[in-house]
């Protein structure tokens, strides 16, 4: 058995923490943006609107509760040495899912 994997790893809490640290505004940002984007939707009527402004506005919120739920699961694992790639892969695939979801959001199309 390689002890060496399930040792505990003293800096697990770095990237998680610097990862917390930038996605909860930007989360926060997203959210609020998401319960404003229904506005972009008034000058065509809900259901008179592009497809493409229809997707966006679908895609941003399944985008932002996938970065919730990453940023989650970068904690929930363990602090073991084994487990440190897995962390920085779920902590920045939630932080590019934030900036997408932002990204949609901002770059909403026209009606």
Same mark, same amino acid.
């Given at each position: 058995? !390689?002890?060496?994997?399930? $040792? ?6 770095? *990237?998680?923490? &610097?990862?917390?640290?930038?996605? %909860? @505004? ?28 229809? !997707?966006?506005?679908?895609? $941003? ?6 970065? *919730?739920?990453? &940023?989650?699961?970068?904690?929930? %694992? @363990? ?33």
């Amino acid at each position: 058995m !390689n002890h060496t994997n399930s $040792a505990r790893d003293d800096r697990a809490w770095l *990237v998680r923490s &610097l990862t917390t640290l930038v996605m %909860l @505004p930007l989360l926060f940002m997203d959210f609020v943006s998401i319960g404003l984007s229904p506005m972009a939707t008034d000058s065509c009527g809900p259901d008179h609107c592009s497809q493409a402004l229809n !997707n966006a506005l679908m895609a $941003a919120p399944i985008l932002w509760l996938t970065a *919730v739920v990453l &940023l989650i699961v970068s904690w929930v %694992l @363990p602090s073991r040495t084994r487990f440190s790639a897995a962390r920085t892969t779920t902590a920045v695939l939630s932080l590019g899912a934030g900036l997408l979801t932002f990204a949609v959001l901002a770059n909403l199309p026209n009606g």
